[in-house]
Structures are given as C-alpha cells and as structure tokens.
C-alpha cells in the first residue's frame, strides 16, 4: 500500500514537472524569401520539423471553470489538477533555422473585424469579440480586441534576443468576449472568424499573408469544415487542432470526406 501511493506520487510529480517545462501551443513561422510565412501549429515542443505554409487553422473554443470560452489548440489536462494543461493558444515559435534577426519584434494585427458563420456566409456576429492577449487576462503585458470597424487593433511581441534557440517562442491567448468586454457574458454557439496577420519591424521583411482562426463553439467539428471551404484557400493550407489522425487536409474531395467522417464522430466537442 505505501508502495503504491508512493509511486502515484512520484507518477503525479513526474507530470506537474513535465508539464511545467512544456511550453505548449505554438504556430511555426520562418522567414522565407523575406516574408514570414506561417506554419502548422504545433501542440508542444519541439517545435520541429519544417512544414508546409498554413493560412487557416481550425480551432474550438472550450469552456473552461471560470465560465469563459478560450481558444484551445491543445487539450492536455494536467493529470495532478484535472484542469487544462495550457489553457489557450497558440502563440508563434520563430526559432527554427534562426531565419529572422535578433533585436527586432514581431507585431500580431487584427485585420478583419470578427465574423459568424450564418450556414451561407459570414456575418458580424453582434456583440462578440475575440481577445488576443499575452500574460495574464486581467493585466495583459499585451491585448487587442476586435472591432466591427477599423482601425483594427495590433500588439508587439517583445525584440528577438541574441542567440536564440530553435525552440523560441511567444505565447499568445484568445478568448471570447460575449458582449465586448467580459469573458463570462453570454454568447452565440456557432462558427466563428477570426483574421490576422503578423508583420516584423525588421528591415525588408514582408508581412505574412492573412491567416485565419476558424473557431466553433459547441457545433461539430464537421460544420467547421463546411464553412472552412467558403474561404477559397486550398485545403492543403487547411490544419484542424487538436489533430485527429493526419491534420493538413489535402484535396477538396479529401476535406469533404474527413468533414463527413468527423460529423460522424466528433459530433460532440472533442
């Protein structure tokens, strides 16, 4: 007996430590061709290997004990608390390669204002609003929310510091904002639209091209893809996360047949 709840201690520590040492969900982002371009999200280090350029990721939003709905890309729970391991994300990992020049920034920008699928196209879904932020919710080092109109809203990531390795990393956050401001005031179900774009102050470099969040709040992930195929982008440059089997989607008749399988299984939230 003492044995064995000795080892279930050990076990539990063993995992906090872990967990503690992981830095969780992050998009790779390279300079090529002096551009930043966007990668598959990763759920956790390492950050590696290379892949292919992303423009739309496929994400939930969850709801977490504290009644808010957070953008979740990885849905580890930490098996010592029974909560989220990392309760949202992704933020950006740039250190693979070393292709962007330490002592400049990156700036994350809202470039759209936050849309709803509505089964045919996308709408202005009223009062919700996604927050991107780093650091603690309540005091934010960083935040930007969207709005209905520009001028849309942006923040800088702290300077790329000398030396830095291939796991570099920014975190970000998102939730949503029900009514605007809170993320505990009520809020539609359905699909959501979220675009972005990051941009560098280092000379010559390019901005990336918009990539999307599409984020679906107590729907299937099925309807998530339906609505993912009004976009015009490739499915190729399609990733669903958390990854069910291979998540880069390739073909439009293969991101049909993986939204009818999924509508099958993942007709509850995953």
Known sequence: MFFSRFAFTIACLVTLASTAMA??????????GDKIVTRNIFSD?????????ISVYVLPLNLEPN???YVQPNDEINAGTGLPAFPSGPGITYGLGSTFASGYRFTLNL????????????????????????GS???????AITSDSSPFASFNFSNIP????ASAHSSVSYRLLGDG??????????????????SSNQPGLASSDTFYFVLYKNV????????VQSLGVSPAAVQVVPEVGSMTLMGLAGLTMVGAVLRKRWIARV
Do not use: C, F
């Not at 996308?122 to 009062?127: A, E, F, N, S």
């Not at 919710?137 to 935040?143: G, K, L, V």
């Not at 505990?184 to 179900?189: G, L, Q």
């Open 23 to 32: 830095h969780g969900p992050q998009i790779q982002i390279t300079n090529t």
């Open 45 to 53: 280090e390492p950050y590696t290997p290379l892949t292919d350029p």
């Open 67 to 69: 009644g808010t709905y």
């Open 111 to 134: 470039v759209d204002g936050l849309k709803l699928w509505n089964g045919t196209t996308w709408v202005d879904p009223g009062t919700e609003q996604i927050q991107a932020y780093r």
């Open 137 to 143: 919710e309540t005091a934010p080092t960083a935040s």
């Open 162 to 165: 000398a030396n830095y390795a």
């Open 181 to 198: 401001v809170s993320g505990t005031a009520a809020s539609d179900d359905g699909i959501y639209l979220l675009s972005m774009q990051l």
């Open 220 to 227: 299937g992930r099925a309807e998530a893809l339906e609505a």
